[in-house]
């Protein structure tokens, strides 16, 4: 069965600071990996994903991920946050055959002035 | 523009009433899902449609009822039964109902209160 860990459900970051949220999954092969983004009172909206190929992954407002299969790990991270990307971040997985996916409990994320 | 479509955003539910959300996608996909979404709990699933006319049961069914009479719909009711039917919920679409690499598109949500 498939699992997704993220530890820290609450990341304080001042504003220019390196972001790093963390992504942990259970899984027996290596899966499809996500991360979206939750604005307040609104849906998911897809930051980036690992599908095949390259480990590191980058997508849009200057997130990127690195999937690494040593550390069954996928975290999230940006170079120098924003007031914007506050918001709340969840990681998601899929095996890759059939179409379940499994979300982590969710990483709130605020970015101090 | 293609998307998902939920209404109303802000729902509000007398005790013993059933109410009905509303998801309707333009993207042609076929598979439609409905998640419930609690503080700090993340994304529940609550039930899912890989074909019209199909679903299945997810993690949290019991108090709700779906259905998939046309590709574009996947109505979520939430009944009487569901004892705790406060929550955000969310729906969702995926082109390909046999492989999850395209991920999925989400909704807006709608807020369901019970007063």
């Known amino acids: 069965a498939q699992s997704v860990t993220q530890l820290g459900s609450h990341v304080s970051v001042s504003e220019g600071a390196l972001v790093l949220l963390r992504c942990n999954y259970s899984s027996s092969v290596p899966p499809y990996l996500f991360w979206y983004v939750q604005y307040p009172n609104q849906g998911l909206q897809l930051l980036l994903k690992y599908t095949t190929g390259a480990t590191l992954v980058k997508g849009i407002n200057g997130f990127e991920a690195e999937f690494k299969k040593s550390e069954t790990s996928f975290h999230l991270t940006k170079p120098s946050a924003h007031m914007s990307d506050a918001a709340e971040y969840f990681c998601?997985?899929?095996?890759?055959?059939?179409?379940?996916?499994?979300f982590g409990t969710g990483t709130s994320l605020t970015v101090i002035p | 523009d293609g998307g998902i479509t939920q209404s109303p955003k802000y729902l509000f539910r007398k005790e013993g009433q059933n109410v009905t959300l509303s998801c309707e996608q333009n993207?042609?996909?076929?598979?439609m899902y409905w998640y419930r979404q609690d503080p700090g709990q993340g994304l529940r699933l609550i039930y899912y449609s890989q074909i019209v006319n199909d679903f299945q049961k997810g993690d949290i069914a019991e108090g709700y009822s779906v259905s998939r009479e046309k590709k574009e719909s996947f109505p979520l009711t939430v009944t009487s039964a569901q004892k705790n039917p406060t929550a955000f919920y969310l729906c969702?679409?995926?082109?390909?109902?046999?492989?999850?690499?395209?991920?999925?598109?989400f909704g807006s949500g709608t807020r369901l209160t019970v007063v």
């Open positions: 969702a679409s995926s082109a390909d109902s046999g492989r999850a690499n395209y991920g999925y598109t």
């Open positions: 998601a997985v899929s095996p890759n055959t059939g179409n379940q996916f499994y």
């Open positions: 993207l042609n996909h076929d598979a």
